[in-house]
């Protein structure tokens, strides 16, 4: 598949590099990052952002910080890897890719318990390799998967941005878009501006735009409008976690493109990597939702759009209910409608 979107996460030679998508669409940078705490900003300030890139972001992340951990014993060690795992744990609660990949370093780090400890950080670093490099693969059999669901000359929604730089590449609902321009099809997307930060306006819309995808942007509002027209046959989004019962937090914004979708009768599709389902979470009621700073939504053009001094609810994520959701494509393959049967399943 061909994929031009810049690798947003990276690592060598102890530095975690990272694509600055609060910068994009006017600036391309990344961001050469040497410390643990930097890496924990770059998460919490959205510099890297979308879930499995999270998830990567932090397993290099870790390593940053166990560069001066003490490589005396494994006794000696592993209280201090501990610390910078849980710490890295608080940067952002609704991707559960983040704690995915914190305790995939975890487990493998107790699993070399016996080796020395310079071994252990040398296992810790070809762990943080792998979640990137299987990331790639998952995402492309995503977009795989999801294209059987979709057919050429189709006009697609979407929401947030869940493309190459949210992943390791590729993206997951943005992956089979890639796949249908390869193939030549003529699709439409519709991009949601998608309110407050505007990662479907700067992020999607630049993304599609590199890989010569049409690409029309709306704001959020106009999606009602845009289906009515009759101009979307299918809904597409990523998501940062899925519970039990197939409940799925998303961008907010994402319910009331579900809605819209029921409404009109339009399939709408939740793209997810198996890092991004948590059989922990039995409902989407358990998934803890970030609330961000007021300032986001008083502040967010570069000038004030809003009285001082006004109460402001700014959730960055919010729940679709699994009976609005068509299917549920995984690496694995399509999943429609028996989550709670079918998502335990695909962890046997
Ligand atoms: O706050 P963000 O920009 O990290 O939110 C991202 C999303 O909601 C994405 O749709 C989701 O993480 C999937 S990315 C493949």
Redesign the pocket.
């Known amino acids: 598949m061909t994929n031009s979107v810049l690798q947003s996460v990276s690592y060598a030679n102890g530095v975690l590099k990272i694509l600055d998508?609060t910068k994009i669409p006017n600036v391309t940078e990344f961001l050469e990052i040497t410390k643990i705490e930097d890496a924990w900003d770059a998460i919490k300030q959205?510099k890297v952002?979308?879930?499995?890139?999270?998830g990567i972001a932090a397993a290099y992340g870790l390593l940053l910080g166990i560069k001066e951990a003490p490589e005396t014993s494994f006794e000696e060690f592993y209280p201090f890897f501990k610390y910078q795992v849980d710490y890295l744990a608080t940067s952002?609660p609704?991707?559960v890719?983040l704690f995915w990949a914190l305790k995939r370093m975890d487990d493998r780090a107790k699993k070399e318990k016996e080796v020395q400890v310079s071994k252990i950080k040398e296992a810790l670093e070809n762990e943080a390799h792998l979640i990137r490099s299987e990331d790639e693969e998952v995402?492309r059999t995503i977009g795989e998967h999801a294209l059987k669901l979709l057919k050429d000359g189709m006009g697609i929604l979407t929401?947030?941005?869940?493309?190459g730089i949210?992943?390791a590449r590729y993206?997951?609902?943005?992956a089979p878009l890639y796949l249908a321009k390869e193939q030549g099809w003529d699709i439409k997307v519709f991009a949601d501006e998608?309110r407050p930060?505007l990662?479907g306006a700067r992020?999607t819309a630049w993304e599609l735009m590199q890989a010569g995808i049409d690409v029309t942007l709306i704001t959020d509002n106009m999606a009602a409008m845009v289906m009515q027209k009759g101009w979307v046959q299918a809904v597409i989004?990523?998501?940062?976690r899925v519970a039990a019962n197939g409940d799925v937090?998303?961008?907010?914004g994402?319910y009331g493109v579900a809605l819209l979708a029921k409404a009109h009768n339009i399939p709408f599709y939740v793209?997810?990597?198996m890092s991004?389902i948590d059989l922990e979470t039995k409902t989407g009621t358990d998934i803890p939702i970030?609330e961000?700073d007021a300032a986001e939504i008083t502040d967010g053009f570069g000038k004030r759009t809003a009285p001082e001094g006004v109460k402001v609810f700014n959730p960055?994520?919010d729940v679709t209910p699994h009976e609005y959701i068509t299917a549920i494509i995984t690496e694995k393959g399509i999943l429609s409608g028996k989550y709670q049967e079918e998502l335990p399943k695909l962890f046997q």
Do not use: S, W, Y
Request: glycine share 8%.
């Open positions: 998508q959205l952002r979308g879930a499995p890139a999270i952002r609704t991707a890719n995402c929401h947030c941005n869940a493309g949210a992943t993206g997951t609902a943005l998608t930060l990662q992020l989004v990523g998501c940062d937090a998303n961008k907010i994402t793209a997810a990597p991004t970030e961000r960055a994520f």
